[in-house]
């Protein structure tokens, strides 16, 4: 059974950077399509970046391009959310998920796509 670690969240000012981290166990990141998702008090759950496995493409939601970058480092089977230029309203609980393989294409930014999910973590960013 896979699980996923986070690390990395924390409380920034605006304009500020932190890198979230995700490690996989119980398999190989690189077998993985891994996605993260967040969500703010009071507000659904939403899509912020993905990795999908085959070919490596990532996919970003639109207030997340410029400023968020979606990595993987397989040596070390974790992928990480670099987060730059960081607003108050990125404060949200952020999750990574991860689904064997790749998900269909049209549901790469679904969270019912990926079975496999961390504990998450805060990121508190104040003004």
């Known amino acids: 059974q896979v699980q996923l670690v986070h690390t990395g969240g924390g409380v920034v000012q605006a304009g500020g950077s932190l890198r979230l981290s995700c490690a996989i166990s119980g398999g190989s990141s690189s077998r993985y399509s891994v996605a993260w998702f967040r969500q703010a008090p009071g507000r659904e759950r939403e899509f912020v970046a993905a990795f999908r496995q085959n070919g490596g493409y990532t996919y970003y939601a639109d207030f997340a391009k410029g400023r968020f970058i979606i990595s993987r480092d397989n040596a070390k089977n974790t992928v990480f959310l670099q987060m730059d230029s960081l607003k108050p309203e990125d404060t949200a609980v952020y999750y990574c998920?991860?689904?064997?393989?790749?998900?269909?294409?049209?549901?790469?930014?679904?969270?019912?796509?990926?079975?496999?999910w961390g504990q998450g973590t805060q990121v508190t960013v104040s003004s």
């Open positions: 998920a991860a689904k064997q393989g790749s998900p269909i294409l049209s549901q790469t930014r679904q969270s019912q796509a990926y079975p496999n």
